[in-house]
């Protein structure tokens, strides 16, 4: 087992061996399961913002355990928004720390069944759950974490700002449009680049209304606003930044355990340093998603598995078009997803036609 999976740090354990494709494999499908056609074995890919949903603990049996132990942490009952409540409250401190607790129980159910990660990537704050999966922070220090990035950018959701989705424009021209707008003073940059037709803006409300008009004027009619009530990945975030790099002061960075790779660069990481500088770049910079998940990719796993989501999963969609629109010469990869015991390890297989026009 990896060292957070029982309880705190414990430097003189073993850590989690890398796995071999074949046992990757054997581990992550099972019998019965989607086959994978051979490679490194499973990405594990971790949701960020937006992957809440009432009862999302409910079918985890290490969930309630862990709910005590951030309740011993940092001081906040998880309990009724993950299992029970209809319409969970979802301030930012809680809404942080249950997507948090809530992957890295759908892990354990995972690892406790056989199954390793033959890497890991995190889409925004999923980074911190891909870094506890790869033992480079205790579940304990990222929980603290969590609601200390929660808490500071709750404090900024003051209505002024906002975070719309483009969908059906590439990241190219909305990243001109931001640009332009930029120029003449309008605040609105790109946030996110999730996959060849979903970008994600942020900024005050006039700017994304002025980057709405623009588009709308070069045939893009589709911009949904999200439901997060500040301008995340923007420079709106730099109070963010400065907590967060205090708080990360006295916490310690293992090198990951297992092929780390930053949705901030787009590439895979190994160091310490480096992973503490990109925690703090995260909440002011763009999230590469799109660019992470070819290069993961490129490297040859043949399966993804998406961990902590409910259904259906919030990345694979992407992921799927990834596949299709940048990296045609590969075989796809399976895509599955698990938010619950009875879906570990092998995942619940995903079929992207089904839900195609969601993303």
């Not at 074995?41 to 949701?47: D, I, M, N, T, Y």
């Not at 319409?87 to 890295?104: C, G, K, R, S, Y």
């Not at 354990?108 to 870094?131: D, M, T």
Request: charge should be neutral; proline fraction near 7%.
């Amino acid at each position: 087992m990896p060292r957070w999976y029982g309880g705190s740090r414990i430097h003189t354990e073993r850590r989690l061996a890398r796995p071999s494709p074949s046992s990757v494999r054997s581990a992550t499908t099972g019998t019965g399961g989607p086959v994978s056609h051979g490679g490194r074995g499973s990405l594990w890919v971790f949701a960020g913002q937006g992957a809440q949903q009432p009862h999302m603990g409910s079918d985890l049996s290490d969930a309630p355990a862990m709910f005590e132990r951030v309740h011993r942490t940092v001081g906040i009952d998880l309990s009724d928004v993950c299992t029970i409540d209809h319409v969970p409250h979802w301030d930012q401190p809680v809404v942080q720390a249950a997507i948090l607790t809530v992957a890295t129980a759908s892990a354990r159910a995972c690892i406790s069944r056989g199954a390793r990660p033959g890497a890991v990537l995190g889409h925004s704050f999923g980074e911190y759950a891909a870094l506890v999966v790869a033992e480079s922070l205790s579940f304990d220090d990222a929980i603290r974490l969590a609601v200390t990035r929660g808490q500071a950018m709750a404090d900024l959701a003051d209505g002024s700002t906002a975070m719309a989705a483009v969908i059906g424009a590439t990241g190219e021209a909305v990243t001109e449009v931001c640009a332009d707008l930029l120029q003449s003073g309008v605040s609105v940059q790109v946030a996110a680049y999730n996959s060849p037709r979903q970008t994600v803006l942020a900024g005050t409300r006039n700017g994304l209304a002025a980057a709405a008009q623009r588009l709308q004027a070069v045939g893009v009619t589709r911009m949904r606003t999200l439901s997060v009530p500040f301008a995340a990945h923007t420079q709106h975030m730099r109070a963010v930044q400065e907590r967060l790099g205090d708080a990360l002061e006295p916490i310690h960075i293992d090198p990951p355990s297992v092929p780390y790779y930053s949705s901030l660069t787009g590439h895979r990481i190994r160091r310490p340093d480096e992973l503490r500088e990109l925690l703090v770049r995260s909440v002011t910079e763009p999230v590469r998603f799109r660019q992470a998940t070819v290069r993961a990719l490129s490297d040859g796993y043949d399966k993804v598995l998406e961990v902590g989501s409910d259904w259906p999963p919030k990345l694979l969609g992407f992921i799927s078009e990834i596949c299709r629109c940048d990296l045609p010469k590969l075989p796809p990869p399976c895509l599955c997803a698990v938010a619950a015991d009875s879906e570990a390890p092998e995942g619940r297989q995903f079929d992207p036609r089904a839900v195609r026009g969601r993303w």
